[in-house]
């Protein structure tokens, strides 16, 4: 990333000093108070240069608000930060990378009006060239597996899409101390190989590395060490290559995770049958479907694994009723032909859904938790003759939040003000109280911690005991492996031939999501290797 891209063709400044010997940071005493929790309480952390260090704890632990603290997004009430030994103030995400701090955020920060060039010149200090940038996010992008179009509008990226553009604006800047906020949630495995290759070489190079992430595979085979919250405040400091995985979870969440539990169950009639669909992308940068076909029975989980803007966004539309258009018979719930029903429609056949986006999409982020139950789950005896009712409403809510373990301050609390696994939860439980027969969950547990996460994926394991039909569209190849009974890849707008768990393993299915099925590279299930089973 030496390559200068800036008008003046002055080169970029070396993004390291190996040599030093003072801690490249250390925090001491931060404390951030918010009116209704303590985010960060007496927080010391100390990073020295080339250090990968791992930073843990469950959904609300108040990560997310030390990283915010670090890069000048939030301003503590309390504490000391010092920079290569020098007490320093760092009172906006500009002076933080002056310093040379750089910080890829797990919940996005981009203008949806502007190019992916021009948001990533945003964060540019100095004078550009935006034809000279946009060949640099080409070669950036490629160069760590990140493929994105300078040219591309961020209203038209998929949620993952949209992390990439984070990831390379980043890299452009060429940090010192490199923040990474759940950054490979849109990786394949082999990608993920390729992002830790070049994290290791940053780090031999003296660059320091924060890294956030619930995959504690991946702090084991990456981090040097780990400093664990809970509650706001530091709990301990471990090497996670000294760890197993039950340890280091234990110490995120404070007690032992259970193991899934199966129900023994055999599955049943086709409840979501999907022939021959194909959907023309109304975004140009889209991805179209190709001769889509699958099948969903009673009593199984379903599993589509593939990097996001492969199709994923276009299927959802198609299948939740947001693109209407289609053939009848193109999309069927419970044996009822849904292809031209409304979202209404097919809810009304029994159909759930749950979409990758939260808020926005999941929730409304200013509306109660009370208020975001009734958008959905409105036939729970919530309206009667047109009028709303409140009581039943907000019971329904507790409920939700009882039942799930949602962790907020009541039916009445907003939906901006959970975390995000807690939001996820609610999301999820609003959904699976309806007793639906038919459930499609876009990226389930993304960015939730262990604990969230292992609760999630025993809800739908007992629900597809229950008989319902379960569709999982994730990236986590790990989740798919853990719930789904069959698994197949949505690459290039193309559905893969359909697997047993059992019968593939991550690799096969890794090439698969780089679109390397049917015997040639981008190449859709032959009539031989059908992919509606």
Known sequence: MSDSFYSDGAAAQPATRPEQAAPRLMLKGITKQYPAVRANDDVTLIVAPGEIHAVLGENGAGKSTLMKVIYGAVRPDAGEIQWEGEAVDIASPAAARKLGIGMVFQH????????????????????????????????????????????????????????????????????????????????????????????????????????????????????????VMRGGRVTGHVKPKEETHASL???????????????????????????????????????????????????????????????????????????????????????KPAGRLGAGGRRALGFGFVPEERLGRGAVPAMTLSENALLTAHRQKMVNSGWINSGAMRAFARRCIEAFDVRCGGSEALAQSLSGGNLQKYIMGREILQAPKVLVVAQ???????????????????????????????????????????????????????????????????????????????TAPSAEQPAHV
């Open 444 to 522: 389930p547990t993304w960015g939730v911690d262990v604990g969230a996460a292992a609760f999630i994926r025993q809800q739908l394991l007992d629900l597809s005991a229950s008989g319902v039909a379960i569709l999982v569209i994730s990236e986590e190849l790990e989740e798919l492996f853990d719930i789904c009974d069959r698994i197949a890849v949505l690459a290039g707008g193309r559905l893969s031939p359909v697997r047993a768990t059992g019968a593939t393993n991550a690799e096969e299915i890794g090439r698969w999501m780089a679109g390397l099925f049917g015997g040639r590279e981008g």
């Open 249 to 335: 979870a234990q110490l995120m969440v404070g007690h032992s995770l259970p193991d899934y539990t199966r129900r023994e169950h055999n599955p049943g009639a086709v409840l979501l049958d999907v022939k021959a669909l194909s959907v023309t992308s109304d975004d140009p940068f889209g991805t179209s479907l190709e001769n889509v076909s699958f099948a969903v029975h009673a009593g199984e989980i379903f599993g589509i694994a593939g990097v996001s803007g492969n199709g994923q966004a276009e299927l959802l539309s198609a299948l939740s009723g947001e693109k209407r258009g289609l053939r009848a018979d193109a999309v069927t719930i419970c044996g």
């Open 108 to 227: 996005f920060s981009l203008f949806e009006t502007l190019t992916v060039g021009e948001n990533i010149a945003l964060a540019l200090d100095e004078p550009f060239d935006l034809k000279a940038l946009s060949k640099r996010i080409r070669e950036v992008s490629a160069d760590y597996g990140l493929d994105i179009d300078p040219q591309r509008h961020v209203h038209s990226l998929t949620v993952g899409e949209r992390q990439r553009v984070e990831i390379v604006r980043c890299l452009l800047q060429n940090p010192r101390l490199l923040i990474m906020d759940e950054p490979t949630s849109v990786l394949t495995p082999q990608a993920v190989r390729k992002l830790f290759a070049t994290l290791r070489r940053l780090a031999a190079e003296g660059c320091s590395i924060l890294y956030i992430s619930h995959k504690l595979d991946e702090i084991q085979e990456l981090c040097d060490t780990a400093t």
